[in-house]
């Protein structure tokens, strides 16, 4: 097998989720065990929608490392570093800027479906309509062969390619263009049988002890035709089924399956099942990340060095980015 170079990066923009768990994270962890990967906190992109209240960033940020290394994501494979500490990414972004015409950012539908959901915040800034190309600048900057992604970010991805085609012709072949891996995202619910989503609050966080867990679940939706006892009920339309395919075991699951739509099992004891299923996956986390709260230097070593690194490398192609264009 051929080692990839990967990069990836998410938004420190609040608490990590169930959903960002086992869409993301631990597929991070899988992809450091057979690709040389950087992963970033992307705090600048963060600004791009969240610019007037940044209060809470730094913590935002020191959350994202601590959920990272509490789930597995593992320094001594991976280079973890944060975006704003490496300016090499703010000098491309402006570079690429130059060659990036205005119309490839306007048909990225991620920028008109945003601007139109996120109601209630300006979005008709510079620094929202460039977001890609920052984002190609990351990516760019350590020649990263492959970008571990959702569906949602194949448009920047794309748009990554194009520039660095644009690029390569207008000066020299610089940079390789990026494919996707594509992360097929399980489908997480939230607590309320929507997408789990921080939009909708209706997340169960990483962080979240498991009192808050447990409590979650206990005030979870069902199915809504099961309303009595001893009502029937099926499994298939319930969110809390949902979670007991992704945490139970397959006893189990035959065993709610079964006892749902006869009756048998009421919602309460369904419940303590799953929720028993999720402390049990997430103990090893809550551990690591009560280590690392215990002890924040830590989170100080780890980024130092990741940081150092992805200084070197990205100043490097920096260099190789000004003798193509010739300053
Ligand atoms: N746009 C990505 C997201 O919202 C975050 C991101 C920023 C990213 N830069 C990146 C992802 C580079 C992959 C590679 O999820
Ligand atoms: Fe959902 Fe479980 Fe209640 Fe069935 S018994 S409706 S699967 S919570």
Redesign the pocket.
């Known amino acids: 097998m051929v080692a990839y170079r990967i990069?990836?990066?998410?938004?420190p923009s609040g608490r990590l989720h169930l959903g960002n768990l086992l869409g993301a994270l631990e597929n991070w962890r899988t992809l450091q065990h057979e690709h040389e990967c950087f992963f970033f906190v992307?705090d600048w992109?963060a600004l791009s929608t969240n610019y007037e209240d940044t209060h809470q960033l730094r913590e935002y940020v020191r959350d994202l490392l601590v959920d990272w290394l509490a789930a597995g994501i593992d320094p001594n494979r991976a280079t973890i570093f944060i975006q704003s500490r490496i300016p090499a990414h703010a000098i491309l972004h402006l570079l690429l800027s130059m060659i990036t015409p205005i119309p490839w950012l306007e048909r990225n539908p991620t920028y008109k479906e945003k601007q139109e959901h996120l109601e209630g915040r300006d979005l008709s800034t510079y620094g929202f309509l460039g977001?890609p190309v920052?984002?190609a600048a990351?990516?760019l900057l350590y020649k990263a062969d492959a970008?571990p992604?959702?569906k949602d970010?194949l448009p920047?991805l794309e748009l990554t390619r194009e520039i660095a085609r644009r690029f390569n012709h207008l000066y020299q072949a610089v940079f390789p263009e990026p494919k996707e891996l594509l992360t097929e995202f399980p489908k997480v619910v939230g607590t309320d049988g929507r997408k789990m989503s921080k939009s909708y609050q209706n997340t169960i966080n990483l962080s979240d002890p498991e009192p808050v867990v447990r409590q979650k679940i206990k005030t979870m939706v069902t199915d809504p035709a099961r309303v009595r006892r001893n009502d029937p009920g099926n499994p298939e339309v319930c969110p809390v089924f949902e979670f007991h395919r992704i945490f139970s075991t397959s006893t189990v699951i035959d065993q709610v399956s079964q006892g749902c739509r006869t009756a048998e099992i009421g919602c309460i004891e369904c419940k303590t099942f799953v929720a028993d299923a999720m402390v049990a996956r997430l103990a090893p986390l809550w551990e690591a990340r009560n280590a690392l709260l215990a002890n924040p230097q830590r989170i100080d070593e780890v980024v130092e060095p990741g940081c150092q690194r992805a200084q070197t490398i990205s100043q490097q192609t920096l260099e190789e980015v000004k003798t193509a264009m010739k300053i």
């Open positions: 990069v990836s990066g998410m938004q992307a992109h977001y920052l984002q990351d990516i970008v992604v959702g970010q920047h």
